[in-house]
């Protein structure tokens, strides 16, 4: 069985004061920190790009099994990216992550990957998160959708929730505090 995974590093990071993708966590940067967690659970994974896009696929060169994309119009929002994403992967599962949540447990892909269904969704004390695992024939469905997001097309379908005890799973990076606090729970 074939599984991509797909990152979401297009975005702008308006409310970080510097570009959040390179910013130090882990000995290095918090975009790379997420590709190595999920490097050991997929075949390759595709980095959908916008805003800072040279300098995510100048970092990302001696990664061999990771393309990067270029999203055009990643201004219009994160669901272009993952259209985007989708028209470069050829598996049959695939996981789905934005960029900024770099620390969750390895334990999460291996839990996820245990699980059948068209849509896996972890959750942690009820409240769901990323990464989410999905079956190849959701790509099509969700690549032609007219809908206005992600979250709008998987309303319509069956989702799996598999409890996972990571709290990172909930906890993304938009500001320089939450980043530090991240990195303080690593200690």
Not at 59 to 84: A, H, W
Not at 163 to 170: G, H, K, R, S, T
């Amino acid at each position: 069985m074939l599984i991509n995974g797909i990152i979401l590093a297009a975005g702008k990071s308006t409310r970080f004061p510097e570009y959040k993708l390179i910013q130090k966590i882990n000995e290095t940067t918090v975009l790379e920190s997420c590709i190595k967690t999920m490097m050991p659970y997929v075949d390759s994974i595709v980095v959908v790009t916008g805003h800072e896009h040279r300098r995510i696929e100048a970092l990302l060169l001696p990664y061999e099994r990771v393309t990067c994309v270029y999203n055009p119009d990643y201004e219009t929002g994160m669901f272009s990216s993952i259209k985007q994403g989708l028209k470069h992967i050829t598996g049959d599962r695939f996981f789905l992550m934005p960029g900024d949540q770099p620390i969750v447990k390895s334990s999460t892909y291996e839990t996820l990957l245990t699980f059948e269904g068209d849509v896996i969704i972890p959750s942690y004390h009820y409240k769901s998160g990323h990464p989410i695992l999905l079956d190849e024939k959701m790509r099509e469905p969700i690549i032609c959708s007219n809908r206005d997001s992600l979250r709008d097309v998987l309303s319509l379908v069956h989702k799996t929730y598999a409890n996972v005890e990571d709290p990172y799973i909930l906890k993304d990076i938009d500001t320089k505090d939450e980043l530090n606090e991240m990195i303080r729970g690593l200690k």
